[in-house]
C-alpha cells in the first residue's frame, strides 16, 4: 500500500512523491513473541509448583506413608499433638533396641534437569523415655543418602530441618535409628514438604536468550 504526499514548492509537475508505508510488524515475529510470552509464563508457574508429598502434614493418617518397625518398633499415626494436629509417631523398642525403625514415600519435586533446586523441610521431636541416653540417631534420607542428623540430645523440641536436593523424583525416609543398648526413644514427625525452584538468574538469562533471538 502506498500513501500519496504533497509536494514541495518547486516540485515538477506531473511528478508525485509516494511516502514509504509504515513497516508492518511481520505475523512472525507477534507469533514467536506471543509464544515466548507463554513459554516464559510456564517457567514462572512451575518455579512455584508445589511439589508432590502425599498428606506430608499426617492430617489423614497413614496416608502416602510406608513404614517398616523392623520387627519390635511402634510406628502410629496419632491425629491430635502434631505440630499441630496429625503426625507420625515412631517409638523403638525397650530391649535389644539396636536398629532403624523408618517411614517413607516417593514423591516428584518438579521435573529433573536445567538449573533447579528442591527445597525439603521436616519437623522433628525426639525424646528419651528410658534407656541409654545418646543412642538414637534422627536421621532425614533422600535416595539412600543421609541429608540431615539431628544433633545428640535427649530432648529436642519441635524443630524444623531443612535441605536442598536437585529437582525430580525421589524417595524420603524418616528414620529413628538406635545405636545400641535398651532404648526407649520417641521420634515425631510433622510437616514434611518439598518445592521445586528454578532460580531467578536462571529465567532472566532464559527470557534474555528467547528475546535476542526473536528480535
Ligand atoms: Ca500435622
Redesign the pocket.
Known sequence: MRFAAAEPVGWPSGVHRVAAAPCPEPAMVRWLQNCCSALFIMLVASSIAGAQITNG???NGSTGWNFNPNGGGSITFPSSG??????ARIESPATNSTGSYTIDQEFNCGNPGGITTCHVSVDYRLDLIAGTSGASRLKIIVDRVTKYTAPVADHIPWTTASFEVPCGHHNITLDLEITGGNSDWVACF??VGATCDIPTPGRLSTWGRMKSLYR
Request: proline share 9%.
Open positions: 502434614n499426617f492430617e502434631g505440630n499441630p494436629g496429625g503426625y510433622d510437616n
